[in-house]
């Protein structure tokens, strides 16, 4: 498998992910340059059959159109997205990059459309679900700390420890976690009851 976390515009994260042998190769949240993720796939000999969107926030979904315009690509996105997509997904569903295997989890919270994406058995792409030492905000438009908060505890919390968390963005002290390490550092996911989780949230 070929897995690359790619700095973009800012704070955001984009994603590869290829399998070598077929030279399959997917990008979750296009964001704005295009021309730099085109330019790795090209280096390692890759061609783009999917763009996946873990949701539709503009900074997550910039770089779709051109994607495909260059390329005879598929958008996926959650079944009820506002964003453009060409297939919709829902929890539970299985995408396959070649013989790399993507499992969605439906984790909304952040915004009604969120998911995240586990790679395999070991790389889980949480888009602004969860982020290093953070979690995804909820005051924008469709965000829910009632959601969050079943998505957090009762799904990302509960797949192991070992499995790595892959943000959206680059707000942490390192690019890349574990649920284990989040477990234990993230203040944001110390133990609490959902009403206090929503309090939590809602702190100005």
Known sequence: ????????????????????????AAIVDSSFNTGK???????????????????????HVAG?????????????AYKYSRARFDIGL?????????????????TPGHTKDSISLLIG???????????VGECGRTDLPSGSSEDLFNSLFN???????????????DYGK?????????????YTLQPRTLEDFIKFMNEP
């Open 1 to 24: 498998m070929f897995f690359k976390q790619v700095q973009q515009h800012g704070d955001n994260f984009s994603y590869i992910v290829a399998d070598k042998n077929s030279g399959e």
């Open 174 to 186: 390192k690019r890349f976690s574990t649920i284990g390490e989040e477990k234990k550092s993230n």
């Open 121 to 131: 058995k070991k790389k889980l792409i949480t888009g602004d679900t969860l982020f």
């Open 90 to 106: 829902d929890d539970g569903d299985r995408i396959h990059v070649g013989k790399v295997p993507i499992k969605v989890i439906y």
């Open 155 to 169: 799904k990302i919390l509960q797949l192991y420890d070992n499995i790595e968390v892959y943000p959206g963005h």
């Open 64 to 76: 779709n159109a051109e994607l495909r315009s260059m390329s005879n690509v598929k958008i996926f």
């Open 37 to 59: 993720l085109m330019q790795i796939l090209k280096e390692n000999n890759l061609v783009l059959k999917y763009v996946i969107n873990t949701h539709g926030h503009s900074d």
